[in-house]
């Protein structure tokens, strides 16, 4: 059965290694509040009937969330986005890493006003597409699922390779925005944030 056209799913990716932080970031503690805990907020705030977080198979899955796991194991992020949208229990699935804490709902209302019936929204500025906290559309599993099958990896030509099929709207980022798309990926990252 086709999920309603106005369904949106919203999915925090958390199954990530941390290999250059050195601690799952998931747990890290912003303002006292585990960092997937605050993306789950972000993306019930947008509307999205439904929140889970995808980990990997054995990761802990933190109390209190819905939690699926990733089918095609080492493939980086687009594991994840597999993991997220073959389901297929949503029109829309706003995807939200849970490392980028400078994302709120509001960024999500944004992409949200250009999405339309099979096609979503991601942010693009002048050094890349920003994949990792995007609106995709059900119909992004098969270019995902080729990707997978090809072993390309890169979330950047999947987001270029989504545009070109109609289904996916790269919209321009604002200058102003770019602070919201940094990641926690460092120690020095860490500075910028009242991190636990």
């Known amino acids: 059965m086709k999920p309603p056209e106005d369904s949106m799913l919203g999915v925090v990716l958390a199954g990530g290694d941390s290999r ?3 601690r799952d970031k998931a747990l890290l503690l912003v303002d006292g509040e585990p960092l997937w805990q605050r993306q789950v907020k972000v993306l019930r705030a947008t509307g999205a009937h439904d929140v889970v977080l995808i980990r990997r198979p054995g990761q ?4 209190g969330v819905v939690c699926w796991r990733d089918h095609v194991a080492d493939t980086g992020p687009l594991g994840g986005l ?7 229990s949503a029109a829309l699935v706003a995807v939200l890493a ?6 709120d709902e509001a960024w ?3 992409l949200r ?3 339309r019936d099979g096609t979503g929204a991601m942010a693009r500025h002048t050094d ?3 994949p990792l906290a995007a609106i995709y559309p059900a119909c992004a599993i098969r270019e995902i699922e080729a990707r997978l099958a090809a072993r390309d ?3 950047q030509r999947l987001a270029l390779a989504l545009e070109a099929a109609g289904c996916l709207k790269l919209i321009p980022l604002p200058a102003e925005k770019y602070s919201c798309v940094a990641s926690l990926n460092t120690p020095e990252n860490l500075a910028r944030w009242n991190v636990g």
């Not at 802990?60 to 109390?63: F, K, L, R, Y």
């Not at 849970?98 to 994302?103: A, L």
């Open 153 to 155: 990896h890169s979330l």
């Open 108 to 110: 999500f209302r944004w």
């Open 60 to 63: 802990a899955a933190p109390p």
């Open 82 to 88: 597999h993991a997220a949208l073959a389901p297929q």
């Open 20 to 22: 250059r932080l050195g």
């Open 113 to 115: 006003g250009f999405c």
């Open 128 to 130: 890349a597409c920003e």
């Open 98 to 103: 849970v490392d980028m804490p400078g994302i």
